[in-house]
């Protein structure tokens, strides 16, 4: 075979690159020339998804660190048409309207803009869609693509996560976590990424679990906060009913975007008493052993307070049984003992008026009933009356109790990651001191008797020590400032292990139908989660399983 003459190489080469050359100009004029107006088009229609594209992610983990994304940035199908090329909007919108389900008017009124060369037809389409829209074959009418936001659904954490929409600038996150951390999360070159303490398999539990309760009790809504007692890590905050923040638009109703559990108070009733009695022993006016003589009912000025079950349990009685049974007439001889303003001051200690520092939108109780200093405004805020707090703001109180007397700060977010890799730690504060040790240790015991003895033992699981306390509130009506009896909310607070807690979790089920008192509706619940955590967790027992019945 003779040698290639080096001649025709050097043009063989010259006519490649030339080809390429052509090639690579005619791109650019097909582009810049021909399809100049419809790009044009284009990005005017999805300008500010750039930033959406750069937005950063927002993670849950479970106990083995690995990540589930609560919000993420995903690739979806749109379907566009190029209106100018259509010859026969009518036509095309008829063969659209069943393929799109988009109403034919609304279609033809789309289509016929005879100088427009871009107008999206519907975003997030199904690959069926995007199938049928390529079988016709349509140069008018294509298929592109968009970067949108989207969070995965069954995780009841809608409101705390809150969703990315539409500001006064443009495209903001609005509500939850995509409110408050919006800088952090926006921006192409600054974006990060939040890594939450919410545990992915713990949230799907508590979610399911209240979800269940509130159709089975037939209520208006409820909620679960799972706290770490010790440092404020929220590690679940479930509420139902919740929306889907794919479809924020279609919300008919824009109230059920507020947080529950940091925007909405409560008269928390029965399981406020935990703290009256804190108060109580801190300050020297009783001690476990301290008897008072319940008769059923007292009378503070002209009004009459009577406990929930008035002819049970009368005669001398224990502080302990004050929990344990839960009376009202045991919670108001503390109060009693104890100075207004003294006692007003350790309320406010525990937090109950102001705003915990949790990283959302939140609002503080109220404890203003307390500033005519009215006897019977304290009598019956020992017992949770009178007096409004957050679901957030009552964890924090009781917390202080399970973990031996300082207020941490709840917090959501564990971690901020940066795009360059770099993190930021977010730990929760220190916390001040509310009450000694030895007090906190006498509460526990006491509230370790209501899941033992009392109105609790519905959230015993063998083998744990379980502290908890049941509160059934009476509504007020904010008009009349009367209570429907008929109409109650039913909260359990509860954390184990008592004497070194993991986990201290509320559970709060709002206006339940057909049912009376708590232990028959949030206590369940509670044992539910309890025994998920333990066994999820390995939270060994504390105590002598109980054997199995024969």
Same mark, same amino acid.
């Given at each position: 075979?003779?040698?290639?003459?080096?001649?025709?190489?050097?043009?063989?080469?010259?006519?490649?690159?030339?080809?390429?050359?052509?090639?690579?100009?005619?791109?650019?004029? $097909?582009?810049?020339?021909?399809?100049?107006?419809? @790009?044009?088009?284009?990005?005017?229609?999805?300008? &500010?998804?750039?930033?959406?594209?750069?937005?950063? %992610?927002?993670?849950?983990?479970?106990?083995? *660190?690995?990540? +589930?994304?609560?919000?993420?940035?995903?690739?979806?199908?749109?379907? +566009?048409?190029?209106?100018?090329?259509?010859?026969?909007?009518?036509?095309?919108?008829?063969?659209? %309207?069943?393929?799109?389900?988009?109403?034919?008017?609304?279609?033809?009124?789309?289509?016929?803009?005879?100088?427009?060369?871009?107008?999206?037809?519907?975003?997030?389409?199904?690959?069926?869609?995007?199938?049928?829209?390529?079988?016709?074959?349509?140069?008018?009418?294509?298929?592109?693509?968009? !970067?949108?936001?989207?969070?995965? %659904?069954?995780?009841?954490?809608?409101?705390?996560?809150?969703?990315?929409?539409?500001?006064?600038?443009?495209?903001?996150?609005?509500?939850?976590?995509?409110?408050?951390?919006?800088?952090?999360? %926006?921006?192409?070159?600054?974006?990060?990424?939040?890594?939450?303490?919410?545990?992915?398999?713990?949230?799907?539990?508590?979610?399911?679990? =209240?979800?269940?309760?509130?159709?089975?009790?037939?209520?208006?809504?409820?909620? =679960?906060?799972?706290? /770490?007692?010790? /440092?404020?890590?929220?590690?679940?905050?479930?509420?139902?009913?919740?929306?889907?923040?794919?479809? @924020?638009?279609?919300?008919?109703?824009?109230?059920?975007?507020?947080?529950?559990?940091?925007?909405?108070?409560?008269?928390?009733?029965?399981?406020?008493?935990?703290?009256?009695?804190?108060?109580?022993?801190?300050?020297?006016?009783? !001690?476990?052993?301290?008897?008072?003589?319940? !008769? &059923?009912?007292?009378?503070?000025?002209?009004?009459?307070?009577?406990?929930?079950?008035?002819?049970?349990?009368?005669?001398?009685?224990?502080?302990?049984?004050?929990?344990?049974?839960?009376?009202?007439?045991?919670?108001?001889?503390?109060?009693?003992?104890?100075?207004?303003? =003294?006692?007003?001051? @350790?309320?406010?200690?525990? #937090?109950?008026?102001?705003?915990?520092?949790?990283?959302?939108?939140?609002?503080? &109780?109220?404890?203003?009933?307390?500033?005519?200093?009215?006897?019977?405004?304290?009598?019956?805020?020992?017992?949770?009356?009178?007096?409004?707090?957050?679901?957030?703001?009552?964890?924090?109180?009781?917390?202080?109790?399970?973990?031996?007397?300082?207020?941490?700060?709840?917090?959501?977010?564990?971690?901020?990651?940066?795009?360059? &890799?770099?993190?930021?730690?977010?730990? *929760?504060?220190? #916390?001040?001191?509310?009450?000694?040790?030895?007090?906190?240790?006498?509460?526990?015991?006491?509230?370790?008797?209501?899941?033992?003895? *009392?109105?609790?033992?519905?959230?015993?699981?063998?083998?744990?020590?379980?502290?908890?306390?049941?509160?059934?509130?009476?509504?007020?009506?904010?008009?009349?400032?009367? @209570?429907?009896?008929?109409?109650? =909310?039913?909260?359990?607070?509860?954390?184990?292990?008592? $004497?070194?807690?993991?986990?201290?979790?509320?559970?709060?089920?709002?206006?339940?139908?057909?049912?009376?008192?708590?232990?028959?509706?949030?206590?369940?619940?509670?044992?539910?989660?309890?025994?998920?955590?333990?066994?999820?967790?390995?939270?060994?027992?504390?105590?002598?399983?109980?054997?199995?019945?024969?």
């Amino acid at each position: 075979m003779s040698k290639s003459n080096p001649e025709k190489r050097i043009w063989l080469l010259v006519f490649i690159f030339v080809s390429i050359g052509l090639l690579i100009w005619g791109r650019f004029f $097909y582009l810049m020339i021909i399809r100049r107006d419809y @790009y044009i088009a284009k990005a005017t229609h999805l300008s &500010g998804d750039t930033a959406v594209a750069a937005r950063g %992610s927002i993670f849950l983990t479970d106990k083995d *660190g690995i990540p +589930y994304a609560a919000a993420l940035n995903k690739e979806f199908s749109l379907i +566009y048409a190029v209106p100018e090329k259509i010859k026969d909007p009518a036509a095309t919108a008829k063969t659209l %309207s069943p393929i799109l389900g988009i109403d034919e008017q609304a279609l033809l009124q789309k289509l016929s803009k005879p100088k427009d060369a871009y107008e999206i037809l519907a975003k997030k389409v199904s690959d069926g869609v995007v199938n049928a829209i390529k079988s016709l074959g349509d140069s008018a009418i294509g298929v592109d693509s968009e !970067t949108a936001r989207y969070y995965p %659904s069954d995780l009841y954490l809608s409101q705390a996560i809150g969703f990315l929409g539409f500001g006064k600038n443009g495209q903001a996150g609005q509500y939850g976590l995509e409110e408050n951390y919006n800088a952090e999360l %926006s921006g192409p070159v600054s974006s990060s990424d939040l890594v939450l303490t919410v545990d992915s398999a713990i949230q799907a539990q508590a979610g399911a679990l =209240i979800a269940a309760a509130v159709q089975k009790w037939r209520a208006t809504g409820g909620s =679960i906060i799972v706290m /770490n007692p010790k /440092n404020g890590d929220i590690v679940a905050m479930a509420s139902y009913p919740n929306f889907d923040a794919n479809d @924020y638009a279609a919300v008919p109703d824009q109230n059920i975007f507020v947080n529950p559990d940091t925007l909405k108070r409560f008269e928390p009733g029965s399981v406020f008493k935990p703290l009256t009695m804190a108060i109580g022993l801190e300050t020297g006016a009783v !001690t476990p052993e301290t008897k008072f003589l319940n !008769t &059923g009912t007292v009378k503070v000025d002209d009004r009459t307070i009577s406990n929930a079950l008035p002819t049970e349990m009368l005669g001398w009685q224990t502080m302990p049984v004050v929990l344990e049974q839960s009376l009202n007439t045991g919670a108001v001889f503390v109060e009693q003992k104890v100075p207004k303003d =003294i006692f007003l001051k @350790y309320l406010k200690n525990f #937090g109950a008026d102001d705003k915990t520092g949790i990283d959302v939108r939140e609002i503080s &109780g109220d404890l203003s009933v307390l500033s005519s200093m009215r006897n019977v405004n304290f009598a019956t805020a020992s017992f949770g009356q009178g007096v409004a707090l957050t679901p957030v703001e009552l964890i924090r109180a009781l917390a202080a109790i399970a973990n031996g007397g300082k207020l941490v700060r709840p917090h959501l977010v564990a971690k901020i990651i940066s795009r360059g &890799g770099e993190e930021r730690q977010m730990r *929760g504060d220190e #916390g001040s001191r509310v009450i000694s040790p030895e007090t906190a240790a006498k509460v526990v015991s006491m509230m370790v008797d209501v899941v033992e003895k *009392g109105s609790g033992r519905r959230a015993a699981v063998s083998g744990y020590s379980i502290a908890g306390k049941t509160g059934t509130a009476q509504i007020p009506d904010l008009k009349t400032h009367k @209570y429907n009896p008929d109409e109650n =909310i039913h909260t359990f607070i509860g954390f184990a292990p008592a $004497y070194d807690p993991k986990f201290i979790a509320l559970v709060k089920i709002d206006k339940p139908k057909g049912i009376r008192f708590a232990e028959s509706t949030a206590v369940p619940v509670f044992h539910d989660l309890a025994q998920f955590i333990f066994n999820y967790w390995s939270i060994p027992p504390d105590r002598p399983v109980a054997p199995a019945a024969q």
